[in-house]
């Protein structure tokens, strides 16, 4: 059996692994050594863990089996992947390279033991692909951000005719620099989402199980779906970018 890990950092809508026909089971892992590697703050794990579980209900209908360990249950990410691997018989392993290098070093290296072969999707999470990042930097031995933002814009199109700057100008840094006016400008109102059951449940658990982090789980007001996500771009966009 060839089984997609999806890791909490990496809930793309498109993600590679739900429309891969050979993948016959997706494994989810919240792990409890991971969430206690630092103190984080409780909203960041809020975050994270919500987020989880409403992509595991967003993919549900999708027909993918799906082999998800909440946090309670599990001790350690090395553990709940074993258990996934040798419960379903897994043969095969395939997950999106994380952009934490030990990370994917820990994985293949649990593969290895268990003698099941592995495979990677490339990283979605950037918009230049790593061959022509490595590329780009090879030719540019002293690179500086400037010159790389215009490689950027010539490379994508964004806001380029030709190669040249839409207006003239690749930036407006000395604007930028300027203060907000004290007068005559209104910053509009956030409008934050409104808690779910999924949320609340979290944040009730992550107030129980890391009482001593920092935050409070009862302030919490992030959005945690994608359809949540693209509802502040989009009032983001309309409302304060101009």
Same mark, same amino acid.
């Given at each position: ?9 990496q ?11 050979s ?7 919240e ?16 975050l994270?863990?919500s987020?989880m ?28 992947l074993?258990?996934?691997i040798? #419960?379903h018989?897994v ?6 390279t994380s952009?934490?290098?030990? *990370? ?5 290296? %649990?593969?290895?033991?268990l003698? /099941?072969? *592995? ?6 999470l950037?918009?230049?692909?790593e ?24 490379r *994508?199109?964004?806001l380029?005719?030709?190669? %040249?700057p839409v ?6 840094d000395? #604007? ?5 006016p004290?007068?005559?400008? *209104? /910053?509009?109102?956030i409008?934050?989402?409104q808690?779910?059951? /999924?949320?609340? #449940?979290v944040?009730?658990?992550i107030?129980?199980?890391f009482?001593n982090?920092p ?6 007001w ?12 989009? #009032? ?5 970018f101009?």
């Amino acid at each position: 059996m060839k089984a997609a890990l999806i890791l909490g950092t990496q809930l793309l809508k498109e993600h590679p692994a739900l429309t891969d026909p050979s993948v016959e089971l997706v494994i989810m892992i919240e792990a409890k050594d991971v969430c206690s590697k630092l103190p984080y703050h409780r909203h960041k794990l809020i975050l994270l863990l919500s987020a989880m579980r409403h992509f595991r209900s967003e993919i549900i209908p999708q027909g993918k089996r799906i082999d998800y360990h909440e946090l309670t249950k599990t001790r350690s990410f090395k553990e709940a992947l074993t258990n996934s691997i040798k #419960d379903h018989r897994v043969t095969e392993l395939v997950w999106m390279t994380s952009s934490d290098t030990p *990370t994917n070093t820990r994985i293949q290296s %649990l593969c290895e033991s268990l003698s /099941i072969k *592995t495979t990677h999707y490339s990283n979605g999470l950037f918009m230049t692909p790593e061959s022509d990042l490595r590329a780009w930097f090879e030719a540019h031995p002293r690179s500086l951000m400037e010159t790389f933002y215009r490689w950027q814009r010539q490379r *994508t199109g964004i806001l380029c005719e030709g190669s %040249l700057p839409v207006g003239g100008q690749w930036n407006f840094d000395a #604007d930028n620099r300027q203060p907000l006016p004290k007068q005559a400008i *209104t /910053i509009p109102a956030i409008t934050f989402p409104q808690l779910d059951a /999924i949320t609340k #449940d979290v944040i009730k658990m992550i107030d129980t199980e890391f009482a001593n982090n920092p935050g409070e789980g009862r302030d919490f007001w992030l959005p945690v779906t994608h359809q949540a996500s693209n509802v502040w771009l989009a #009032d983001f966009i309309t409302e304060r970018f101009d």
